[in-house]
Each structure stands twice: as C-alpha cells, then as structure tokens.
C-alpha cells in the first residue's frame, strides 16, 4: 500500500506528458484521450482531463477546432500548437535523463 | 413524474427521474465551485455536460427516464472535476474593480456596479444617485455617460464575483 502511494505520486505528474503524447500524431477529441489513456493502462476520469485539457489550452499548448460528428452533437478535435510540441519533446528528454539516472546512480 | 434537462452541446431534451435531476444538479453545482478561480471554467462545464449527455445517450434504454441508480453510476465513472490549475490561493488576487453589470441593468448598469464594488443595497444605490441627478440638477448625469463610456462591462454579479476571486493576472 505505502509503495503503491509513492508510485501514484510519479503516475499524476505523468499525465499531462501522456494527454500532450495522445494528440502528438492525430487530431483526437476528448473522449478519445480517455479511452486512449485507458487503453495503455492509464485510467483517467473525464473530471479530472477536462479540466486539464482546458488549461493546456489556455496555456497555448493544445488547439481545437470543432468537428461534426455522425451520432451527437460536433466535437473539439484537439492538436498540439508548436509550443505544446516543444513541451512534449522537453518532457521526453526529462524523462531520459531521469530513467537514465535511475539505471546508472547505483553502478 | 419526471424531469427533463437540456445538456450543453445536446440538442434533445434528457427525461430523468426528479432524484436523478437533483443528482446531476448537485454535480454540476460542485464541478462549477471547483471551477470557480479558473478563468474557463463556464468552457469545462459545457464539456462536462456534453459528455454526461454523450454517456446518458449510450445508457438509455428505450428514451425511459434515467433512474438515480444509473445517474450515480455514470456521475461516478466520471470522477469530480478537479480544478486544472494548482490551487490559486496562494497567489494574489485580482481584488475589487469598479465595472458595470448587465444583467439586471435599468440603464447601463453602473449603479449595480457601484453595488457590487462596494457591497450596498443595488436599490439604495440607485435612490441615492436619482437623489444626486436632482440636487445637482443633472450635472451627475454628465458624470453617468461618462462611466458609460470607460467603465468595463461585467455580463452579471456572478461574473464579476469570480472575477474579482480570480487570480490578478489570468494566463
């Protein structure tokens, strides 16, 4: 239990990588992150990613544009802005640097 | 008995039993308290009720009206909103500003303004400035258009509340 705390605590702060990694290459609505961060075993509920998808945008780093959808009402499809690339590929070095620390701090 | 309810983005109407309306409410209401700093929170609230609308359209059986088990059910797999941003009390508020308010508004709202700035009485505002426009003999009115023309607009009191409550400079 106590391990399983710490771990979550990596886990939360690597959701905003992985929602920016989701749209890297597709142009994908809400509701598809969800299910494409549930897919990779990364469950995530809508109140917690609206929110967020919400502020990356106000930051700049997302961009949407609306879409008509064949069953229900027209979608945002969110895609990366050039500063959300550059964030995404700033958290990718990060995340090297840090697996690489991690595998060589104790040899 | 049932309830119907318009969801953002929907353009049909979802019947729902009186529990489950009062369910959906009191979530919305939450989500809309946590939201309240952030400065697109009315934008998540629509996505949040979009996506309520989407989920309670693959969940209805035969257009019946949705029970408050199924409400609950489905409120849970969406999880409480979370506020996006780290919490901003910490940082410094934007503070009082004067303003006009529209809704609400007899003329142009100054005197619910000059209220809502000041918390007094909207109506004892307004006695006091029509007692103004008389002993001045209309000279306030000039001071009124004025206002009218540099004052920013505020759509309601609401508004300017959680403008007021938000952080000084919104990104």
């Not at chain 1, 990356?56 to 895609?79: D, F, I, M, N």
């Not at chain 2, 309240?36 to 969940?59: C, H, K, Q, W, Y």
Request: charged content about 25%; glycine content about 8%; proline content about 5%.
């Amino acid at each position: 239990m106590e391990s399983e705390t710490k771990l979550a605590a990596i886990r939360r702060g690597l959701l905003e990588p992985l929602v920016l990694a989701a749209i890297e290459h597709t142009h994908r609505y809400a509701a598809e992150i969800a299910t494409g961060l549930r897919d990779v075993g990364f469950p995530v509920q809508e109140g917690t990613l609206y929110p967020l998808l919400n502020k990356l945008r106000r930051e700049g780093l997302v961009e949407h544009e609306w879409r008509e959808s064949q069953a229900g009402p027209p979608r945002k499809y969110l895609s990366l802005t050039r500063s959300g690339r550059a964030q995404l590929e700033e958290f990718r070095t990060y995340w090297n640097d840090l697996a690489r620390m991690i595998d060589t701090i104790g040899n | 008995m049932e309830e119907t309810m318009r969801l953002s983005g929907h353009s049909k109407a979802f019947a729902m039993t009186p529990q489950a309306h009062r369910l959906l409410l009191g979530y919305l209401a939450d989500a809309r308290a946590a939201l309240n700093a952030e400065p697109d929170g009315d934008e998540t609230i629509r996505d949040m009720e979009s996506t309520v609308g989407d989920r309670l359209i693959s969940a209805s059986v035969d257009d019946a009206p949705v029970t408050e088990t199924t409400m609950r059910e489905l409120l849970d797999e969406i999880g409480t909103v979370t506020a996006g941003s780290p919490a901003t009390s910490d940082s410094p508020r934007r503070g009082r500003f004067w303003c006009r308010i529209d809704e609400g508004k007899w003329f142009g709202g100054i005197c619910l303004g000059i209220a809502a700035r000041s918390e007094l009485r909207v109506d004892w505002t307004r006695v006091v400035v029509l007692l103004l426009l008389l002993v001045t003999g209309g000279l306030i009115g000039f001071v009124y258009l004025a206002l009218l023309i540099f004052l920013p607009r505020v759509s309601t009191v609401e508004e300017y509340e959680r403008l007021r409550d938000s952080p000084a400079t919104p990104r």
